[in-house]
């Protein structure tokens, strides 16, 4: 019995479960897209399972970003990007996007001139 314990595919199972087995999200969600919850959707979110349920109470009244939330979670990305696209189709989180995508080549000149600012030092 104490072999199954140290079974590395008990790790890669988990995961798999979580998400019945899907690995694409409903929605694309950005890595740094904000998602916040409210008090009545983190009450709601105990009838949606124990990980949606973690989800939704470390983002109430708190926002919080994709990355932060499966850091926070310690599951896998695409697994919490699954879960969270699910959550945020159920209204059970708002999703703020941080920036509009017309707005992406603003956003990267932007980072290659503080880039190339960092180099200058």
Not at 49 to 65: F, L, N, P, V, Y
Not at 71 to 92: C, E
Request: charged share 30%.
């Amino acid at each position: 019995m104490e072999g199954r314990r140290d079974d590395p595919r008990g790790a890669l199972v988990r995961p798999y479960a979580v998400t019945r087995g899907r690995t694409e999200p409903r929605q694309d969600i950005a890595l740094e897209a904000v998602l916040v919850a409210s008090p009545a959707a983190v009450v709601e979110s105990r009838f949606a399972g124990h990980d949606k349920h973690r989800i939704a109470t470390i983002c109430e009244g708190r926002a919080q970003s994709l990355a932060e939330i499966a850091a926070y979670t310690r599951l896998p990305l695409g697994v919490a990007r699954v879960l969270v696209a699910d959550m945020v189709a159920d209204s059970l989180l708002t999703l703020h996007n941080a920036a509009p995508p017309e707005a992406y080549e603003e956003r990267m000149e932007l980072l290659e001139r503080v880039l190339s600012g960092l180099r200058r030092l």
